[in-house]
């Protein structure tokens, strides 16, 4: 699919993951590997909660709350789900781009003993796309509701973590998919 603001996939093409067995990749596999061993039921909850089918769901609740509750007319509660949609879309697009360029092994697979309470995801872990489209949705609509946007942050940040704790994400997938994030929902709303 083209991209709607980006002018290529990799325009937000974050540096390589660290490298497989290194020092700062076995820090990451292991800090997985704890929330494994040790998963509060606090953690299991948000993990749990965080693997639903599809996250845009999740994330046109949120807007169509807030726009239900700021009364917006039909044609800015168009306007803010159309900006919301396409930039979650150019981050999915850029995500993608990263995990098919960098073919990080995801942790389940690095170390058998990490027990994954959801689905496994089938493809590259580096960038986390929960947190690239989360991220996108909630930085969107944070500008457009901005008495709203520390608890939408905050709701993204979870969705990120929440693949940690779920075991199949590393924190340097989350840190990177909440920077691309960042910058395509700050050209998402430069236009």
Not at 84 to 96: E, G, K, R, S, Y
Not at 155 to 184: C, M, N, P, T, W
Request: charged share 20%; glycine share 4%; hydrophobic share 45%.
């Amino acid at each position: 699919m083209r991209p709607f603001f980006l002018t290529s996939g990799e325009q937000f093409r974050p540096g390589p993951p660290p490298a497989f067995g290194t020092p700062a990749y076995l820090a990451a596999l292991a800090e997985v590997r704890r929330f494994s061993d040790t998963r509060t039921a606090d953690q299991l909850r948000i993990a749990e909660f965080w693997a639903m089918p599809t996250v845009a769901a999740f994330w046109n609740e949120q807007a169509t709350t807030l726009i239900a509750r700021d009364r917006l007319d039909e044609r800015r509660a168009a306007r803010v789900l159309a900006l919301m949609h396409m930039a979650t879309m150019d981050a999915n697009i850029a995500c993608h781009d990263a995990k098919y360029t960098y073919w990080l092994i995801r942790p389940y697979r690095a170390d058998r003993a990490i027990i994954t309470p959801i689905a496994r995801p089938q493809h590259p872990s580096y960038p986390s796309d929960h947190a690239c489209a989360s991220g996108t949705s909630a930085y969107v609509l944070g500008v457009l509701f901005s008495a709203d946007a520390q608890r939408l942050a905050a709701l993204a940040d979870e969705a990120g973590e929440s693949r940690l704790y779920a075991g199949i994400h590393y924190r340097f997938d989350k840190d990177a998919g909440l920077r691309i994030a960042r910058q395509v929902a700050a050209l998402a709303l430069r236009h």
